[in-house]
């Protein structure tokens, strides 16, 4: 039989241990209400958005929970296989991915078969989930003109028009930067791609624009997006140079662009797609959203 003194040192580490749970939980609890006063407080000007391949080690229910909290609507860059996910915590895929590869894209005209097939699977999954962008490329250059990758790839957009018509989706291709990241990129200056939603002359083909890369390539951005906001139906981040956190470390100062998207009267969304340097991605996460949120 235990002893008296026994039996209260018991009681009493019993009673340390409730009242640290205790403890824990109201702490619990307290961030939980900071990170939902955070949510409630984004101004509902822009739409906030991530890309999920910058957070590889945070699981995709884990960054719904975080990206939730801190006011994100959107999780994107994911195929069909992740979208109820989403769904389950409230978020929508603001730009659906998973037809095609950056590199092979509209400018080869052995291509289009194989991608009007691809996007005809695609795309009433799309719509059936109630998404309403989906990503597309240019693919590279290897020595083709430009001139040729344009007349290309309007010829294969215009034969995916009617789908994405049918579908109510918008195809959206990427403008990227060929000096950095992917070298012999085709679609990568602005002209060039307001050039082909010109040719393509339909309200359900517009660009990615993105800041980072075009920062890169040609810079002028806000003043870009002033002149040619009407062919730009998604936005994505990143610090230039070196694509992190989109503070002041770097040179693009996203307040006044996000200013100019908004006086765009844009609806969509903007994804921060920058690799967190720090140890703590979801506070590098919880900045962009704060710096973006205009």
Not at 104 to 128: C, I, M, S, T, W
Not at 151 to 169: D, F, S, T, V, Y
Not at 207 to 212: F, Q, S, V
Not at 244 to 249: L, P, T
């Amino acid at each position: 039989m235990n002893s008296p003194l026994s039996r209260r040192s018991a009681l009493g580490r019993l009673a340390a241990g409730t009242a640290a749970t205790t403890v824990a939980a109201h702490l619990g609890a307290r961030l939980q209400a900071a990170e939902e006063a955070l949510a409630a407080g984004v101004k509902g000007r822009i739409n906030h958005s991530v890309c999920k391949w910058c957070y590889p080690k945070i699981d995709l229910e884990d960054l719904c929970q975080a990206g939730k909290a801190m006011g994100l609507s959107s999780i994107e860059l994911l195929g069909p296989k992740d979208w109820p996910t989403l769904k389950k915590y409230g978020l929508t895929c603001a730009m659906a991915s998973e037809v095609d590869s950056i590199g092979y894209g509209f400018n080869r005209l052995e291509h289009h078969d194989d991608l009007l097939q691809k996007f005809g699977v695609a795309l009433p999954k799309a719509a059936d989930a109630g998404l309403k962008n989906y990503i597309c490329f240019s693919g590279n250059r290897k020595g083709m003109s430009d001139e040729q990758g344009l007349e290309n790839c309007a010829i294969g957009l215009k034969r995916l028009m009617p789908l994405a018509e049918k579908h109510n989706l918008v195809i959206c291709m990427e403008l990227l930067n060929s000096r950095v990241n992917h070298p012999d990129y085709m679609c990568d200056h602005s002209a060039w791609g307001v050039e082909l939603c010109k040719r393509v002359g339909s309200e359900h083909f517009k660009l990615l624009y993105d800041i980072y890369h075009m920062q890169i390539m040609e810079g002028d951005v806000i003043a870009t997006i002033k002149k040619n906001h009407q062919y730009f139906a998604h936005y994505h981040t990143g610090g230039v140079p070196g694509r992190n956190e989109i503070d002041e470390s770097q040179e693009i100062y996203y307040p006044a662009v996000m200013q100019a998207i908004v006086a765009t009267g844009f609806k969509g969304h903007v994804a921060q797609e920058f690799i967190p340097k720090r140890p703590d991605a979801l506070a590098s996460l919880r900045q962009g959203v704060r710096i973006c949120d205009v």
